[in-house]
């Protein structure tokens, strides 16, 4: 069986992986030459457990090949799959150009009687819009070749442990297109399917769970809120509460981040509206989960002047990425209130931070710490010797430091929802 897998990103990649190891050819394809350079010499070009050795077995194999000319491999493939990245507009819409120029080079490539699935997360309805770009040839969806959705629903760091265990979705245009994407990842992939039949229940899973993961922890944030103006930690009460079988708060934090969480919710909301739907609670959690940033910023008070680093570019611990992290709403808001602005991770150089519009800066020299991201690197402060060095005021936006140590050693702890009575 030969696969074309469209997008050799951090889900393409491991993913055309694991297709090549259970015993298909696969052509990976990438705008990015640098990147099919590197695979196709066996290297990774990101850090992702595991992938390193499937990619090097792939390639020694001869199963795995990395293209720029996805055209060719589509031809060739009587399955293609396909996770390129679909944004956020500036109007909080599904940037889709970069999608629509794969379904544009399918279009023109697709053999009759091959199958097409889409991963990359989609407004409900995408698939088919896509469909009908592909269409275009004068092959009909459904008809002369089979269309599938199914949603990519791993995370970096745990994206092969995922792609082996968590159910895989799959919808298609007909009953038979679905059977045969559940057929294929079954073969291929190995996790339990679950066939939800369309494309557009496939599509809503995906977005149903990003929604309910922003709301839960936008109902978080409001708890734990409440419980820290009371004087309780919210940690231990989420933790009590979550013993009754029943709820599954998450933690409340600085900020919600990532491609995913605070992405996915408003193409909901967007196609939603335009239907006359009422979506109120995806809503709702966009708008408390995005106040967060600010509302931690509060509890500090003035900053005029003073000099602050925030720790952690990071949306994710342990994970180099930046997109839509709440690093960038903490800089802009404290500038906005005359602070002087630094940023550090030791996962960039001081250049990507630069490059993100960021000022790379030390931890040491800054008379207030923010946490953004709980990498292992800042689990360990020596809060005593920082107090020496001027720090006055940390905020722990992930909870994740000590109220004891920070306060033994002199300095102003903030948490999220931590009790400091
Ligand atoms: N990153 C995550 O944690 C995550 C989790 C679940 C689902 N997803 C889904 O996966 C999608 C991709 O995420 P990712 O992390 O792999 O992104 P990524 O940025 O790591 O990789 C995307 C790749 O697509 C390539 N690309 C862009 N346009 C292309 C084109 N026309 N032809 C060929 N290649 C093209 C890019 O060069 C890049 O290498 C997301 O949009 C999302 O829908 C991501």
Excluded at 140 to 150: C, I, Q
Excluded at 337 to 362: C, F, K, N, Q, W
Aim: hydrophobic share 45%; charged share 20%; glycine share 10%.
């Amino acid at each position: 069986m030969n696969v074309t897998v469209v997008g050799a990103g951090k889900m393409g990649l491991p993913l055309a992986c694991v297709f090549a190891s259970r015993g298909a050819s696969v052509f990976v394809c990438d705008v990015d030459w640098a990147k099919v350079e590197s695979i196709n010499a066996g290297i990774c070009p990101f850090q992702e457990p595991g992938v390193d050795e499937l990619l090097a077995e792939g390639v020694r194999s001869g199963r795995l090949v990395a293209t720029t000319d996805t055209g060719s491999a589509i031809a060739n493939s009587e399955v293609v799959v396909v996770i390129v990245p679909v944004l956020l507009s500036d109007s909080r819409e599904a940037e889709l150009s970069m999608i629509d120029d794969v379904a544009k080079i399918a279009s023109a490539n697709l053999k009759p009687g091959s199958m097409i699935s889409f991963e990359t997360t989609l407004p409900v309805g995408g698939t088919r819009r896509l469909g009908h770009i592909i269409d275009e040839n004068g092959m009909r969806a459904g008809v002369d070749y089979d269309l599938v959705f199914s949603p990519e629903r791993v995370k970096s760091l745990f994206v092969l442990k995922h792609l082996f265990n968590n159910p895989k979705i799959v919808g298609g245009i007909t009953p038979a297109s679905a059977a045969r994407g559940a057929e294929f990842y079954t073969k291929y992939l190995g996790a339990p399917v679950i066939n939800v039949g369309t494309l557009e229940a496939a599509e809503l899973v995906k977005l149903a769970g990003m929604i309910y993961r922003d709301v839960n922890i936008a109902l978080a944030n409001e708890l734990a809120a409440f419980a820290e103006c009371i004087g309780i930690d919210f940690e231990m009460v989420r933790q009590a509460a979550n013993t009754d079988g029943e709820s599954n708060l998450l933690l409340p934090g600085i900020g919600v981040g990532g491609h995913c969480t605070p992405v996915y919710p408003y193409f909901l909301i967007s196609e939603a509206r335009s239907r006359g739907i009422p979506v109120e609670l995806a809503e709702l959690g966009r708008k408390i989960n995005s106040a967060q940033p600010r509302k931690i910023l509060n509890k500090v008070g003035d900053v005029q002047g003073k000099k602050c680093v925030i720790l952690g570019v990071s949306f994710r611990p342990q994970v180099k990425e930046s997109a839509y992290s709440p690093v960038f709403a903490l800089a802009s808001e404290l500038e906005i209130r005359g602070a002087s602005v630094t940023v550090h991770d030791p996962l960039y150089t001081e250049e990507e931070i630069r490059r993100l519009g960021l000022i790379p800066g030390e931890i040491e020299g800054n008379e207030i710490l923010i946490l953004n991201t709980a990498h292992d690197a800042y689990l360990n402060l020596d809060f005593a010797d920082l107090a020496r060095k001027g720090v006055k005021c940390v905020v722990d936006g992930r909870n994740a430091w000590s109220v004891d140590a920070v306060v033994a050693a002199g300095i102003r702890y903030i948490g999220v929802g931590r009790s400091t009575r």
